[in-house]
């Protein structure tokens, strides 16, 4: 089979796996090698569904011996298979990051033989990344559940990130749609990582030069609406995975039914809406400062899709608005809808200068549509109705196909910092 | 009040910058003779570049005000907008005024112009360091083509040139015919048409299997031509290997 063949199947299997991001880990190129890695992530090119496209994102095969049954790449499933060999790869990342195609590689791949046969495979590919070809960009390298710890450390120290994918987010639905995986497969290289990333940590206190390990941290991917879990035990679940693992990002991925399968719950087109709400509201809890338990309560355990989860917050605790823009604290104008981390931060700034009124506000570069409603400028409310629950929500669902529309074609994904104020 | 001349360079800019604040000769207006067939004739004085000059200036903006007004400065300068040269001297005299404060003052005229020019040629600098695909023409040889709205080469070359220390390479900008120069060691940026070096129509492997990739990766129910035009604004389109 030819390399074009393979790239098609291969990139074909892996287009599921929504993490793409080339952030966190800031690898300096050395004596004279290829690569480096930039911070924030660089994304070189868009798909045709409007993903970004910064990794090589792509299956060392899709061969594999297990059958859960929510994946496209499960054996029992009638598939094009096609594998890799380590050189192969290499070379593909090497020549496609040299045309400025790439900012590295993002390697996963199904179970071939077994979990540790999978491992070295994977590991045999980024060693020659990395010692032969003297590459320095970032990989991402997903651990494969059930392989040796060893491995895993191994596999760590040659790349800028790895990740577990969780896939379903209660123990319950794992038995039932992946029964070959069991949650201690899952969690036991998660804890792994995570004590080995505060062990080197605490040896770079006592030591100059430790080797790194997963510079950039791990992630991990949850489907959504495959199994029957709330929002608020999906968002509780990641609440407690950056809390105990420190995870630097938990990926949803609305279920796509796979065709030539029993179709799960009668799901018949992905719940792209949903998943975008739970990123926002997963923005939420990382850079706003707020908790899962704010956003969704036990009685509304699922977001309204229709609003997005700041302005749902905000319509519950109308008693905290209107905020006087002029005195308001920092972190109570990131609670204001329409107000982002960007524009938070100017006003503070702006308003050292001078007082800001209505139009100065314009300026800034702050989006009226929303805030308006919640906000005071100099002590005068400027929404165009009282600030009554209804008739704001009227108010800012009379274009709704607009709102919504707009709000989905900037879903996260590319997890870079001019991207942050997705939720506004 | 007088219009001053200057050779097109930061440094001649820099240099106007100098003299005016010597000779208390305010700008009527500032002109670069690259763009203008001046009337020598009319108020002008031409100011010749002073290395020496330019780098007190730049010193001074840099102490007074802060690295950042500089930085902000100079891609202004790189937008190449003529009104771009008196936008510079008014905010290089707020600065010294007032200091490193003027960041807070996003509301003033002259602040918030210097904010959104900078920020705008960032931006295109950003697109190209996402956006450049370099072929290789020879082996070990890179050449990547652009058409920035700015003149944006100088912003971008440190980044490749850190990234790929082990490639020849060269960027193109076909729209100001300069070619930027990198041979292991060090960049520099020259006049130069591309001709001599390379007729670039052959397509490379990597090419073909990229668009195939590329093709690949695409969720067709997540179809969103729209988002991906936003992204990748179609004026650079004919840069990159997988939309041609
Ligand atoms: S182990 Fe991975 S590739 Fe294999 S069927 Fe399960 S999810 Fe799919």
Known sequence: MDLLEKIRILADAAKYDVSCSSSGSDRENKNGGIGNAAFYGICHSWSEDGRCISLLKILFTNICIYDCSYCVNRCSNDVERAIFTPDELADITINFYRRNYIEGLFLSSAVYKSPDYTMELLIKTVKKLREEYNFNGYIHLKAIPGADVNLIRLAGLYADRMSVNIELPSEKSLKLLAPQKTKESIIKPMSFIHSQLLEKSESKKLMRHTDKFVPAGQTTQLIIGATPESDRTILKLSENLYKYYDLKRVYYSAYIPVFNGNNLLGVSSPPLLREHRLYQADWLLRYYNFKADELLTEEEPNFDVSLDPKINWAMKNLNLFPVEVNTADYNMLLRVPGIGLRTAKRIVKARKAANLNYDSLKKLGVVLKRAKYFITCNGKYYGECEMEKDKIKNKLTTNKNRILDGQLSIFDINNKFKNLPIIV | ?244
């Open chain 2, 1 to 244: 009040m007088i219009n001053y001349i200057f050779d097109g360079t930061f440094d001649g800019l820099m240099t106007v910058v100098y003299e005016s604040y010597y000779s208390h000769q305010h700008p009527n207006d500032i002109f670069s003779e690259v763009n203008h067939q001046i009337n020598f004739l009319g108020h002008g004085v031409f100011v010749a570049t002073d290395i020496d000059k330019s780098d007190k200036v730049q010193n001074a903006i840099t102490t007074k005000i802060s690295k950042e007004a500089l930085r902000n400065i100079y891609y202004v300068y790189l937008s190449e907008l003529e009104s771009s040269y008196m936008l510079i001297y008014k905010y290089v005299r707020l600065g010294f005024k007032i200091g490193k404060k003027i960041d807070y003052f996003i509301q003033n005229d002259v602040v918030h112009e210097v904010t959104k020019l900078s920020q705008r040629v960032k931006h295109e600098a950003y697109k190209m360091i996402e956006l450049i695909r370099f072929k290789e023409v020879k082996k070990g040889l890179f050449i990547a083509k652009i058409h920035p709205d700015y003149n944006v080469l100088p912003i971008i070359m440190p980044h490749f040139a850190e990234r790929f220390q082990d490639q020849y390479f060269i960027i193109h900008d076909e729209k100001r015919n300069l070619s930027a120069v990198y041979d292991k060691k060090a960049w520099i940026i020259i006049d130069m048409p591309l001709e001599n070096i390379s007729n670039m129509k052959d397509t490379e492997d990597y090419e073909i299997l990229w668009k195939m990739y590329h093709k690949s990766i695409s969720i067709e129910e997540r179809k969103n031509l729209r988002l991906q035009r936003q992204h990748m604004p179609k004026k650079y389109w004919d840069m990159l290997t997988e939309k041609q």
